[in-house]
C-alpha cells in the first residue's frame, strides 16, 4: 500500500484504494489518531491537526487490512 504524499503535511491519498475503505491512524504509542471512511482513492485523509511524527495507517477495505507508515511533516 502506498501513501501519497509521504512525507505529509496536511493530507494524503492511498492510491488504488477501494470503495468505502476504512482508515485508521495510529500514533508511536499506539493512540488512535484519526479514524473514517474514504469513498474513493481521490478522497484525501486530513492529517493537518497531527503532530509530526511517524504513524501507522491501518486500511480495511475488500482486499482486506492492510497497513502502512506515514511521515508527518
Known sequence: MILAPDP?????RI???NASATVR???A???EAINGRVASAQEVVDVSAL???VY???VQDTRGLRVAT???D
Do not use: Y
Open 29 to 31: 504509542l499506539g493512540r
Open 51 to 53: 503532530r509530526p511524527g
Open 8 to 12: 505529509a503535511s496536511t493530507f494524503f
Open 15 to 17: 492510491p488504488g484504494l
Open 56 to 58: 501507522r495507517v491501518l
Open 70 to 72: 506515514l511521515v508527518k
Open 25 to 27: 491512524v495510529f500514533d
